[in-house]
Nanobody, 121 residues
Framework: QVQLVESGGGFVQAGGSLRLSCAAS????????AAWFRRAPGKEREFVAA????????DYADSVKGRFTISRDNAKRTLFLQMNNLKPEDTAVYYC??????????????WGQGTQVTVSS
């Protein structure tokens, strides 16, 4: 049973930074893909960033390219999302996700509970 637990959300002013973490457990993730999604109030959930847990390829939504960086710590089995130059439109609940496939855009079958990020103008 894969378990994903996010942390690191909070309240920040526009232009600030936050780093989200996602602690993974319950499986060997070496062949998995992992991603961050977000859901803003009144909107559909959207893809943010993804990577192969083994390293290598990454993929980003156009709206976050150059500002967000996805990474992982294999030893700690933790996925990160470094978010810089945050904008009010980045306000959302951010979800960590994982799947055993190779397509970075999904579909993803394992989800965390989400962490709130609020960016004030």
């Amino acid at each position: 049973q894969v378990q994903l637990v996010e942390s690191g959300g909070g309240f920040v002013q526009a232009g600030g930074s936050l780093r989200l973490s996602c602690a993974a457990s319950g499986h060997s993730f070496s062949r998995y893909s992992a991603a961050w999604f977000r859901r803003a109030p009144g909107k559909e959930r959207e893809f943010v960033a993804a990577m192969r847990w083994s390293g290598g390829n990454t993929d980003y939504a156009d709206s976050v390219k150059g500002r967000f960086t996805i990474s992982r710590d294999n030893a700690k089995r933790t996925l990160f999302l470094q978010m810089n130059n945050l904008k009010p439109e980045d306000t959302a609940v951010y979800y960590c996700a994982a799947q055993a496939g190779v397509s970075l855009r999904g579909p993803y079958g394992y989800w965390g509970q989400g962490t709130q990020v609020t960016v004030s103008s």
